[in-house]
């Protein structure tokens, strides 16, 4: 049975545990005593993911959480109001992932107290949040198991992703022309008036159903005196639909080409990056059939298969051979000081996962 007092302090003793990307150290090494006191095969890779395997009965199933959190996410006192923890204003709360964490520890820690146990693989993974770096990192063929559930979702527990984008990421640098500008401004190129101009130009924000884009960063300039040589500016689009996703960069691109062409002596440096490659599961899949019949087990509400408009672990899971599909831990407002999560979402959670690896 899920205890949902331990079940909460986990999740507050986690979440006070600094971890944004790149800093997983603590907890990683934390993780791995927590599964090793479970009685697990443990592995620390060497991005720093933590694994985990129990020999048991049936089939393998993954269960996959990263422990990175964005910023502000140092130094997070936890607030509990009526059930539902909070930060206390000053940071991120770091629900992201940090309640799949505790999700997947107590349900380990259920199991280990059943006479039977299931065979299950853990993932923590480091650096989703800059990348899926840790799962792009893993050595798939550590994993016996073929299907994974990635508890690293919001909304409804209903509500199951059958679908991810494809994203691809830029890093662009505008050169220009220093020149003094209260003396001879007219002999330099402004680099933030040709970036601007590009922007301006660009299609940005949500460009249909499937594809969005985003200038996420703006960085130049060096004096109000001087007229900027130099701008960096950091990109993004997404879809679901590779020539989609290819025909946004391009328009990105393309306008920052023209811009700089129309101020002679300007130059542009791009480079393009695909981030991660888009997934799409049939809603007939056997991995979601499974959750949807736990659903139904457990009296929920009939599912309602949606698409993601983000990246998880779960597309580079999918992308090397290993179904994967995320589940909903209950988190809301994420990445913001706004962000919260209810006891109750993630005591349910806890008992759809636990229920399916019973099944």
Not at 45 to 50: I, P, W
Not at 130 to 156: N, Y
Not at 233 to 240: P, Q
Not at 261 to 281: C, F, K, Q, T
Request: proline share 4%.
């Amino acid at each position: 049975m899920i205890n949902s007092e331990r079940l909460l302090q986990t999740f507050l003793d986690l979440v006070q545990i600094d971890s944004p990307s790149g800093h997983e150290q603590e907890i990683s090494a934390h993780l791995h005593a927590r599964l090793q006191d479970l009685g697990m095969q443990t592995h620390v890779d060497e991005a720093g993911s933590v694994l985990g395997r129990w020999e048991g009965q049936g089939e393998t199933l993954l269960l996959s959480a990263h422990m990175d959190t964005v910023s502000p996410g140092r130094g997070i006192q936890p607030v509990v109001r009526d059930g539902v923890v909070y930060s206390d204003g000053t940071t991120i709360l770091g629900g992201d992932d940090k309640s799949g964490v505790a999700v997947i520890l107590e349900i380990l820690t259920c199991l280990r107290d059943q006479e039977q146990q299931p065979a299950v693989e853990v993932v923590f993974s480091t650096g989703e949040e800059v990348g899926l770096l840790g799962a792009k990192a893993l050595d798939v063929t550590w994993f016996q198991a073929r299907q994974a559930l990635v508890l690293d979702s919001g909304g409804p527990i209903h509500m199951l992703v059958h679908g991810a984008p494809s994203s691809d990421k830029f890093d662009a640098i505008v050169h220009g022309q220093a020149a003094h500008a209260g003396s001879n401004p007219e002999d330099g190129i402004s680099a933030i008036q040709v970036t601007s101009q590009a922007i301006a130009h660009m299609p940005l924000g949500r460009i249909d159903a499937e594809t969005t884009s985003n200038i996420g960063l703006i960085q130049g300039g060096q004096a109000v005196n001087v007229v900027p040589d130099r701008v960096e500016i950091r990109g993004e689009a997404r879809s679901h639909t590779t020539s989609k996703l290819d025909a946004q960069i391009a328009a990105m691109r393309q306008a920052l080409e023209k811009a700089v062409s129309e101020h002679p002596g300007a130059r542009l440096e791009i480079e393009v990056r695909r981030s991660y490659e888009s997934y799409r599961l049939s809603e007939q899949d056997p991995l979601l059939q499974r959750i949807c019949q736990a659903l139904q087990d457990l009296g929920h509400t009939p599912p309602v298969f949606k698409l993601s408009g983000g990246g998880s672990d779960a597309n580079i899971l999918n992308a090397r051979g290993i179904r994967a599909v995320p589940v909903s831990t209950g988190m809301q407002s994420v990445h913001t000081t706004e962000e919260c999560i209810a006891l109750d979402d993630m005591v349910t959670c806890a008992r759809l996962v636990l229920h399916i690896l019973a099944g």
